[in-house]
């Protein structure tokens, strides 16, 4: 988490603490679609943001204390020592529930700019 959201939302954070989990999420995009002319038609999209909704989370006090303040999240794709994932910047919503227990409730994340490609090749 940040005191204050970064220059850049297109860079990693120097240091990472990790202060929550998700379990059962699902992440999607919001896009614009648009054509483009030449000698033949296009159509393309654009990402113009990005959400994640999950069944469950766990977080500790940090976490519940950050609500409104921009985290950096990564979402695990792969399993084993790539740790494949889709990472960006979310605000951390309300949050109901215990410190250092499973929660299990829905809740929505709003990603900030765009999610990238990460992890460990």
């Known amino acids: 988490m940040f005191e204050t959201a970064p220059h850049s939302f297109d860079t990693e954070p120097e240091k990472l603490e990790q202060v929550g989990g998700i379990f059962l999420w ?3 995009l919001e896009e614009v679609y648009g054509y483009s002319f030449g000698r033949t038609p296009n159509l393309y999209g654009v990402t ?3 959400y ?3 069944r469950a989370f766990w977080g500790d006090r940090r976490l519940f204390d950050g609500v409104g303040e921009t985290a950096f999240m990564r979402l695990f794709i792969e399993p084993g020592p790539r ?3 889709l990472q960006g ?3 951390i ?3 109901a529930g215990e410190e250092n227990k499973i929660n299990e409730q829905t809740i ?3 990603g900030i700019g765009k999610p990238k490609i990460g992890g460990v090749s």
């Open 26 to 28: 699902e992440m999607d």
């Open 48 to 50: 113009t943001g990005w």
């Open 52 to 54: 994640v909704v999950a």
């Open 83 to 85: 740790m494949g994932c």
């Open 89 to 91: 910047y979310i605000i």
């Open 93 to 95: 919503p309300e949050l």
């Open 108 to 110: 929505y994340l709003k």
